[in-house]
């Protein structure tokens, strides 16, 4: 019994879940078709080669023309993550990044390989546009890639030079090492030498100055006995003379004091009287100059000095460490080189929601009309239907454009995004979104019969569109080809329109076109949708 | 030239409000209209009467010119469809069977919408909701939410919405089905108030009672055929139909019980049930007596007197309750 229910419930829902086309069309197509869009969209960001061609193009000016120029274009022609081409000047260069031909733009400045060589810096200038963040970031990486490779390159050129030079060098030190031993067992030589002469030499200065000295006493004897002998003739008068004065007064008594003092005798200066005491040695010592008088001994002649050969020195190398390589990046619209990434979540999700509220608001309200039956009873009566569905959408137009405002206020109040350098020129695009969307939602309408068909329907196209047209990621994630095909959905250029007012910090006037094309996709969709709808309303 | 003859008399004025002459609508291989005609006249209520899938809804949508037609001429209020429809619009109302009411919108406010897609603005609009609220008697409940209503509520207002500018030609599409005997007076009240103050009502119903009742006139569809045109008495006059006797017994009545009753005729009889045609009432104690002398033991008598029923039975063969496939136009 159990096994049969079992099987009948089992049996039941497999037929039911059959003929639920809508249940089915949920299962099977709108994952494959979002499945296949992120796939395709996303593979870049995981890694895999892309696809159809879309490597980002990297426009290069060689301004140098030097060896570093010459590398960053050889490293740079095997990569398959960009391609490659060559551009005449920076200006033009520049100018592709900033109509959003490309996303980066990179420039060897003049000189950079001579500044590189002469251990300076030199910079690799790269031009950005901060909206094409996958692009850049390739850019940036490749770039940083060269960067490294030249900074390499340089560094293993320097090695090998010093490299030899320190071969060179170690040779010398060796040349050195042996010469140096030779001179010092020259010097040790000559060391020798010197000492047996100065021993010789103070030898013969010692028995030079004996020999004088000796003489120089006998002649000091010689020529000082005459004044010996006077003075010590003086002494004997003087000694004579004061027995005499003695006997004098002894003899004239008490009449001795009646004596008048004779004569003082001149007295012998103290220097005449030490001459005549002196040791002639001491004296020779002290008359005689110390040289002059005494002959310098014979010097022997200086001994011949060993001829030094040094080796021959290596030249200094002429490896340089090198200069450092900086890269500049510079973004082309003067925005920040790195946004805020709810400058685009906010607007990216809002313009989704936007879809979802009012696309399938529109379409699900005019089928609750038709549902209700108030989509009959008002093709009755004498207002044109046309006027109604307008009134109805102008109606989900006000919600939608009061939706992304609400939006845009708590993305600037909550997570500080910017609204660009005129915020009111937001109004713009998202006038042209919501339009877009509001009569989308009438021509799914009108080519729909049913909320069960709306539903799918709307789901796909609104993934798609969101999807395809970067709303949820940035569009240069996507192959070229699908970058081309989401040309022909409004969100590629809404989203377009934001990023240049948000992210580029562009003006009203700049996404004036993108404004236009936004309300020409929703003329376009108006028309068709009255027509679809028109013709739903009668039978 | 909006305006055909069709309607219009040679003085200009319009003697029928409504129309339909030799009308063929297609779905394909399907025909849902064959060779229609029938006029409503100003202050005329005209049932159109047929079982599902005769081709009332696609009658009903031809001339509320939400369906086009293939060949034939059809006309509202002068004014030929569907070049004329813009006018035409002007002088109509709907009332769809399905309640078409904004559900969260109130009775006031769905009223008010109408009003202004009627062309209806400012005072005149005002007035014309307070009349409608007072006609189908919501003034009361005026700014309930529509979901909020009773069944029988959401019908008048269904009533209210289309009738609220007062248009020369109603179409009614089975009014008050599922609706409340309260609620079912005030509809009959209303769409009666409507004829007697000059518009030509179209009555889409298969409630035989509500067209005998309402109607003056019937138009019998079946299978996008108009079978019979006239008075409910002379539909059933021209039907040949008589009263009819229905008898239950205990036991079947042997044959030949009925022979020697003047004016009787036997119709059908199965197991312990037996129908008896009767020229006149007056023949029924004379049957009754036959069937007590045939030792019947009678637990239950029934008298039939012909109806539209009976007569859309007699014209085609099939009871205006069957259902048979539904030739309305494709979704």
Redesign the interface.
Known sequence: MIGRAFAAAFTKDVRLLARDRVGLVFLTLAPIVVITVAGLSLATLYGAAPRGGSAPILPLVDDDGGWAGRAVRERLADEAAVRVRTVATAAAARDLVERKAVGGALVIPAGTSDALAAGRGASLELYTDPVRTVDVGILRALVQEVRHALERGAIDRAQEELDRARTDAEDAQAHIVIRLRELRERLARLREQLAAARTRVATAEHETRTRAAAAARARLATELAPLRAFLADLDDRRAAFDAWLAAVRKQAGRFADRVPPPPEPPRVPLAVAELATLDPDALAARLLPADGTVPRPGIPSLPTLPALELPTMPELPAARLPGRLDIVETSVTGAPVRFNTFDQNVPGFGVTFLLLGVLLGVSLGLLHERE???L?????????LSA?VLGKLAARFVVGMAQMALLFAVGRIAFGVSLGPEPWALALPTTGIVFAATAFGLIAAGAT?SREAVLPLGAIVILTMAAVGGCWWPIDLEPEWMRRVALAFPTTWVMEAYNDLMIRRRTAVQILPATGVLLAYGAGYLVLGLALFGRR??? | MDAVSAGVNTAGRVTSVVAVERLVKRYGALVALDDVSFTIAPGEIVALLGPNGAGKSTTLGVLATLVSYDAGTVAIAGYRLPEGAARARRALGLVPQHVAVYPTLSARENLTFFARTAGLGGRAAMQAVDAALATVGLAERADEAAARLSGGMRRRLNLGCGILHRPAAVLLDEPVVGVDPQSRERIFDAVTALARDGAAVLYSTHQMDEAERLCGRVVLLDRGRVVADGTPAALVGRAGMSPRLELRTLRPLTAGWLDGVAGATLIDANGGGTMVAVGDTAAVPAVLAAALRAGADIREMTLHRPTLADAFFAFTGRALRDDEADAAPPP
């Open positions: 209700w039956g108030t009959e009873r008002i093709c009755t009566t004498a207002a044109p109604v019969r309303a009668v039978r």
